[in-house]
């Protein structure tokens, strides 16, 4: 396919069929798979996630890329849908439970595909993507550099870098360096949906006053409270007082949620 890439859409076309290699190693696909593409551009991972049986179901919103992409593979067992995979629901795809992702993702929706999957239902049980490599890194992070990105995604799944990429390995070149991450969705969720409610409206509050210490945070959503009290309900949660959002682990923030009213 000889389509200019446009820059609005965040497209680097991967090219690297080594790279394509190593993410279908990682994706541990089988024929009884059904696996949701996102941005499959020109087509070269798409070639082989077709080559592994599974069912695949491609979403693309430039129509260029989605009329050459329909034309290359008419013939073949693939869905392609012409369409902004944030405005799409899976239900919408016909995706089941369980079903698996596979992506060079375009680093311009990456925080908002994440919050989007793991928020809706079917949920993936899989999720093997290309993303910029200090993402990856935030993603992983353990405390101390926790942000809500890593809180949000290690609540849902075990995040993992399987390997990094080098920027030639897409044309053009982008700007970042790149890395492939593996996201293995958690089968029981650590709280009740009451709880994660709550454990997210926590989150987002002390997280929006980074580097502020919990106990003036958490006042924001606790005004009947006095700092007398929010101090010894975070000491009753294992957590000090004087501790900022970035150092808490998720064990943390799962037990402060449990001890907060």
């Known amino acids: 396919?000889?389509?200019?890439?446009?820059?609005?859409?965040?497209?680097?076309?991967?090219?690297?069929?080594g790279v394509v290699g190593k993410i279908i190693s990682a994706s541990e696909l089988t024929s009884q798979d059904t696996v949701l593409e996102v941005g499959p551009g020109t087509g070269n991972l798409t070639?082989?996630?077709?080559?592994?049986?599974?069912r695949i179901?491609?979403?693309?919103?430039?129509?260029?890329?989605?009329?050459?992409?329909s034309a290359e593979f008419s013939a073949v067992q693939i869905e392609i849908i012409q369409g902004d995979i944030l405005k799409i629901k899976p239900t919408d795809l016909g995706l089941p439970d369980g079903y698996k992702i596979v992506a060079n993702l375009p680093y311009n929706i990456t925080s908002h595909f994440l919050k989007k999957i793991f928020e809706e239902t079917p949920?993936?049980?899989?999720?093997?993507?290309m993303v910029q490599k200090e993402v990856a890194r935030r993603i992983v992070s353990s405390p101390s550099e926790m942000?809500?990105?890593?809180?949000?995604?290690?609540y849902f799944a075990y995040p993992k870098i399987v390997f990094q990429v080098s920027r030639g390995s897409f044309r053009p070149e982008p700007d970042v360096d790149s890395a492939v991450i593996k996201l293995?969705?958690?089968?029981?969720?650590?709280?009740s949906e009451e709880d994660r409610v709550k454990f997210f409206r926590l989150a987002r509050t002390a997280f929006g006053g980074k580097r502020k210490q919990l106990i003036n945070t958490l006042g924001n959503i606790y005004k009947n409270?006095?700092?007398?009290?929010?101090?010894?309900?975070?000491?009753?949660?294992?957590?000090?007082?004087?501790?900022?959002?970035?150092?808490?682990s998720l064990d943390d923030w799962l037990n402060l949620t449990k001890a907060m009213p």
């Open 57 to 69: 179901v491609a979403v693309e919103k430039d129509r260029r890329l989605f009329e050459d992409l």
């Open 123 to 129: 949920k993936p049980s899989l999720a093997v993507l």
């Open 1 to 17: 396919m000889n389509v200019l890439p446009k820059k609005s859409l965040g497209q680097n076309f991967l090219v690297n069929q």
């Open 184 to 191: 293995s969705t958690k089968k029981i969720l650590p709280l």
């Open 47 to 54: 070639r082989a996630l077709i080559a592994s049986g599974a």
């Open 147 to 154: 942000s809500l990105l890593a809180l949000s995604v290690q």
């Open 225 to 248: 409270k006095t700092k007398n009290e929010l101090s010894g309900i975070l000491s009753k949660a294992g957590v000090a007082p004087k501790a900022r959002p970035e150092t808490l």
